[in-house]
């Protein structure tokens, strides 16, 4: 979630730590002019803001506005950040903004994303949003009277709760890896299952202090983040060891594991009306951080969108990656810029259209960078209607078939152990920043696991012919556990032939860093068993009773080659990514004891499924 773009990691190092300068000028051959100011809010609080203006840019110009937790820059930049380039050749009044309570805002920081009641005086980031939009127009001189909102991650949610209450000055926004709802997905949680080590990173870096300073995790070097959290203990343990109380959000989680009011107020789409800003919204299919909010958040705003002003763009990208290059998906690289195409040919011409009046109005519904076949891809509209629901079904002697099993198949069982939880990626597990092993886990090699007796792999045969899946995967697990309470982890894979590139070279350490046999991971999802029945109440499971369990694993676009095998793995764990399951039913999962974690066999019987929309 801590992502800083090509522009404010230029700012920072061309100019120093951000606000580090109250006000300074640019010189006259820079690109840009510095200016910063407190922006005032309805209840008197004042944002820090930085203004860029371009130099050598004549005319009223559209203002293009972030917020940010995460720091303003210092200066302006000595030249062009890379992944604004074709945002700058258009021309842009740049206004950048901390939230309240970071660097020099007034306020407090809650990370709330609950909206102040219609009618209501309180404030809120829609209000906060809408306040500085209608002070900017007013008050930063050459403006045209139009804005238009971006931003990545933190970013990005703060450009889309915007449109809950737009200003009539927003005529564009950009959402990109945005958010709506923090039990559900994205940061952190998956379906209520806490996303322990990301989280412990990410919130500290924002509650603890105003300042981003990183947790030490006890004033010790952290090797493996694995051991650290298993000797870690239950969740609690992080708040009254480490953050005792530093940490509200923290809190809130422990304190309220169940999806109640307090999750459900912070899903701020329930409060979207009618489309009326045109809206580009942008997710990766890799998204380590934020996979589902981007989707969502297009969902709601297509439901009431009479003017064809809703769009979609995805990629084959992790958190942000289309800032960059785009050429690649971790270890595997396809050669085509996809992310500069999107800033080039998508996101440029977007704004120029709708605050230059340059160009034609995007025609594209959904635009995806497809994987596999690594091609643009244009729908009517989002899943595409052409894409037949097609079950995909796990077999007893561990195959994968489109043909579903007689009934009374056995079942295939293993023995999972919250002492020895399967990791989410190759050990040693590096923190969260700054690794790049973190950005692209979602797309590694899940070699590292398969054959651990607690992982059960399902394997097709060859494909004869290209399969595309375009639209929503899902799993349903017709599965039982010998406790009362147990997670079951379902992960859909495209196992890259053994001749997939050339034989390696001869130096150390070439030959396990081929694609040859690479299973890669196209997507991937936890459900928790206490939450089968109902979000809102946790129920213990019946030991040994066969039940559905239902796994969204989200939007892809993906061509399984000919050649390649479809793989399906299961598990009861993926540590420290996701917190461990005490496979004993306890009422708050967070505050479990020693003793609660217990062994239990788990079992996935006919009837289990992958779900693919192919396209036909």
């Not at 926004?173 to 945005?178: L, R």
């Not at 969204?552 to 009861?572: L, N, W």
């Amino acid at each position: 979630m801590r992502l800083y773009t090509p522009l404010l990691a230029l700012l920072l190092a061309t100019t120093g730590i951000a606000n580090a300068a109250p006000r300074q000028q640019a010189s006259a051959t820079a690109p840009f002019t510095f200016e910063e100011v407190m922006v005032p809010m309805r209840d008197g609080a004042r944002l820090q803001t930085v203004i860029l203006r371009p130099t050598g840019k004549t005319g009223p110009l559209p203002i293009l506005f972030q917020r940010s937790p995460y720091g303003v820059p210092g200066g302006a930049p000595a030249a062009i950040p890379a992944d604004m380039r074709f945002l700058v050749e258009d021309g842009y009044i740049l206004v950048f903004q901390n939230m309240r309570g970071q660097f020099k805002s007034d306020g407090d920081f809650t990370m709330s994303m609950a909206l102040a009641p219609a009618g209501s005086d309180a404030v809120d980031e829609a209000t906060d949003g809408y306040d500085s939009v209608d002070w900017l127009v007013k008050n930063v001189a050459g403006n045209n009277g139009k804005v238009g909102m971006w931003g990545v991650s933190y970013p990005g949610y703060a450009a889309a709760v915007a449109l809950a209450k737009p200003h009539p000055a927003l005529k564009a926004v950009s959402p990109q890896a945005a958010w709506n709802d923090w039990w559900i997905n994205d940061d952190l949680h998956r379906y209520g299952a806490f996303r322990l080590s990301y989280a412990t990173d990410w919130l500290f870096s924002l509650q603890n202090n105003d300042q981003g300073r990183d947790f030490d995790y006890g004033g010790k070097g952290v090797v493996d983040s694995y051991a650290w959290f298993l000797k870690l203990g239950p969740v609690e343990n992080l708040d009254t060891q480490y953050f005792k109380g530093s940490v509200p959000m923290l809190r809130s989680i422990i304190d309220r594991s169940n999806y109640d009011s307090f999750w459900k107020a912070n899903r701020w789409t329930d409060r979207l009306g009618k489309t009326t800003v045109p809206t580009l919204h942008v997710a990766g299919f890799w998204d380590q951080e934020d996979p589902l909010g981007s989707w969502k958040i297009y969902e709601r705003m297509e439901a009431a969108d009479p003017d064809g002003l809703n769009m979609i763009v995805a990629g084959p990208w992790a958190h942000g990656s289309w800032r960059g290059p785009g050429s690649d998906v971790g270890y595997i690289k396809f050669g085509t810029e996809s992310g500069t195409a999107f800033r080039r040919d998508i996101e440029a011409p977007f704004f120029a259209h709708w605050l230059h009046g340059k160009g034609t109005k995007p025609a594209f519904e959904a635009r995806m960078f497809q994987s596999g076949s690594w091609a643009w891809k244009d729908y009517p509209q989002w899943p595409p209607r052409a894409a037949a629901v097609t079950n995909l079904y796990l077999r007893a002697d561990g195959s994968l078939s489109f043909t579903a099993p007689a009934a009374g198949e056995r079942c295939r069982d293993y023995l999972s152990d919250p002492a020895n939880p399967v990791p989410f990626r190759e050990r040693p597990i590096s923190r969260t920043y700054p690794s790049q092993e973190w950005r692209w886990w979602e797309a590694a090699d899940q070699r590292f696991v398969d054959g651990r007796p607690d992982v059960l792999t399902y394997t097709s045969a060859p494909l004869e012919a290209d399969l595309t899946v375009t639209g929503a995967v899902a799993a349903r697990l017709m599965a039982s556990t010998s406790g009362t309470d147990s997670d079951m982890v379902v992960k859909l894979i495209d196992v890259l032939p053994d001749d997939y590139e050339p034989a390696p070279g001869r130096a150390l350490g070439d030959y396990p860093r081929t694609l040859n046999g690479y299973q890669f991971p196209i997507a991937m999802e936890v459900r928790r068993g206490r939450w089968l029945e109902s979000y809102e109440t946790a129920k213990p499971l019946v030991p040994n009773k066969v039940v559905a369990w239902d796994v969204p694993m989200k939007d892809h676009d993906h061509v399984f080659k000919a050649g390649h095998r479809i793989m399906v793995q299961v598990q009861s764990s993926w540590f420290p990514m996701i917190d461990r399951n005490p496979q004993k039913f306890v009422p708050n999962i967070y505050t479990a004891k020693a003793e609660d974690f217990v062994k239990a066999t788990q079992r996935v019987c006919t009837g289990s499924y992958v779900t693919l929309p192919v396209m036909r």
